[in-house]
């Protein structure tokens, strides 16, 4: 049997990623026996893929606007960002030798763009700590203790694995990207424990959108991977609810994705989940008011085309001429006033998210109601749970990874307090 030591561990920390690294760091202070598990080779796969993006590591906004990003759960993500929140990021990156910049959104990034040279740094610090790693193991099941040590069984190539620890910390990842480790596959662990849990759900996606048959056929392999830049679009849900974002997206295949759309990805998901669908109405030139344009398409085209003609007379590109020519009907698109109307609002109908192993993160997982303000579970004590397997969710903008390091430390410290109250209670 793999790694049957008779001596307990203090904390074992399943998943390796940056919640379950930050709950490492934040126990690797108290002098205590911790290690971390994790499925795959090497841990913080994800956070290394994060770094093609330039690893958006967190956000230099005012901090009230800050925590508001997290919408329903900003009070509950506030308390763990007052413990570790965006200024801490960057003086931990600082820290581990890593400068960062503030972009000209607000977005602060490693000055040079990458996560490899950070997740190095900072694996080598946690081992020179003491702290110890066990890649290849699969958690899959567990028996909990209400007084000796909570005994975890792994999977591992060379068989079976079973280790014991007095305080466990989950922070299992969500359920994107299985192929990363997180497979979400932990659901149904807990579940079977009876742990309330809010379904995953894909958060930061993209959309199929109804194109018509000529679009699938003749546009959609010329358009896709074709960015849509700097227009604005708005949802209104059935309930008066509205949500606008302007920015850009990006054509696919089969419907949108890209950075607008993430934004507004949580109303529109949860939009198609009520009503089947969710209307977009696009403002494909929002610095351009109604009435200059309702002028301008008045002018004959003259001999001009019409994807000519609209790029002279008002600046339309030739993919938002594209979409234009989809979206409405020929009545529309020969009269000025009709067709004005419709560069301001055109109605883009989404019909579907795009599959959750494709989202850049979940929605959903361990429901707040189970867990104290130390994110231990009020019915286990020991056994706590961090990052994106908890159910909150964020826009893109360093929000994800801020509270993903958040909830680590905040499980981390909870972890290292409550062996310390165990051994009182011992004496
Ligand atoms: C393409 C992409 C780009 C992104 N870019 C950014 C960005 O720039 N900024 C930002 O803020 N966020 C970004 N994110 C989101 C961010 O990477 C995640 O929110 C974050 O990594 C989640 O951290 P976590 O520690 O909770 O989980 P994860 O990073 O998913 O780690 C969970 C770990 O648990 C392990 N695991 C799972 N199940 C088991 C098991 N049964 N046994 C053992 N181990 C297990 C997994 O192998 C994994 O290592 C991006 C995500 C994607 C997909």
Redesign the pocket.
């Known amino acids: 049997m793999v790694g049957a030591d008779p001596a307990p561990l203090d904390i074992a920390i ?7 690294l930050m709950a490492a760091e934040a126990a690797s202070h108290s002098g205590r026996r911790v290690a971390v ?4 080779p090497s ?5 290394l ?2 770094g ?6 967190t956000h230099a906004e005012p901090f009230d606007a800050f925590i508001r990003r997290y919408g329903e759960r900003s009070e509950i993500v506030g308390r763990w960002l007052a413990v570790f929140g965006p200024s801490q990021v960057r003086e931990w990156a600082q820290e581990l030798g890593i400068a960062t910049f503030v972009g000209s959104s607000g977005r602060v990034f490693p000055r040079e763009m990458k996560a490899a040279p950070l997740l190095r740094a900072w694996l080598s610090r946690l081992r020179a700590r003491g702290i110890a790693f066990h890649p290849r ?4 099941g567990w028996e909990i203790a209400a007084t000796a040590a909570h005994r975890l069984r792994f999977t591992t190539p060379a068989g079976a694995g079973e280790y014991s620890a007095t305080a466990v910390i989950l ?4 359920g ?2 299985a192929r ?4 979400g ?2 659901m149904a662990l807990l579940a079977a424990k009876g742990i309330p849990l809010q379904p995953l759900r894909p958060a930061n996606c993209g959309f199929d959108v109804a194109w018509s048959p000529y679009w699938r056929e003749h546009l959609a392999a010329r358009h896709a991977g074709q960015p849509v830049k700097t227009m604005s679009a708005r949802l209104v849900r059935a309930d008066g609810g509205s949500f606008e974002q302007r920015g850009e997206f990006v054509l696919t295949a089969n419907g949108i994705e890209g950075s607008l759309i993430y934004a507004l990805s949580a109303p529109l998901r949860d939009a198609i989940a009520t009503d089947g669908h969710a209307e977009l109405l696009l403002d494909l030139l929002p610095d351009r008011p109604l009435d200059g344009l309702r002028r301008q398409l008045s002018r004959s085209p003259g001999r001009d085309s019409w994807t000519t003609w609209l790029r002279r007379s008002v600046g339309l590109g030739s993919v938002k001429t594209a979409l234009l020519r989809e979206l409405t009907d020929p009545s529309q698109r020969r009269n000025p006033d009709l067709l004005a109307a419709a560069i301001k609002a055109l109605p883009l109908r989404l019909v579907a998210t795009r599959p959750l192993d494709e989202a ?2 979940s929605a959903g997982g361990v429901d707040f109601t189970a867990l104290d303000a130390d994110l231990m579970f009020k019915d286990w004590p020991g056994i706590f749970c ?4 908890l159910d909150w969710e964020a826009p ?1 903008g ?5 509270a ?1 390091l958040a909830s ?1 430390r905040v499980a981390g410290n909870g972890a290292v307090r409550w062996l310390r109250r165990l051994r009182e209670e011992h004496r």
């Not at 093609?52 to 590591?57: D, F, V």
């Open positions: 399943i998943g390796g990623g940056p919640a379950g598990f994790d499925v795959m841990v913080g796969r994800k956070f893929l994060a093609r993006g330039g690893l958006n590591l193991h699969r958690w899959c922070a299992l990842g969500g994107s990207w990363l480790g997180s497979d596959r932990w850049i993160s961090a990052g994106e397997m893109t360093g929000y994800l990874l801020t993903c680590g």
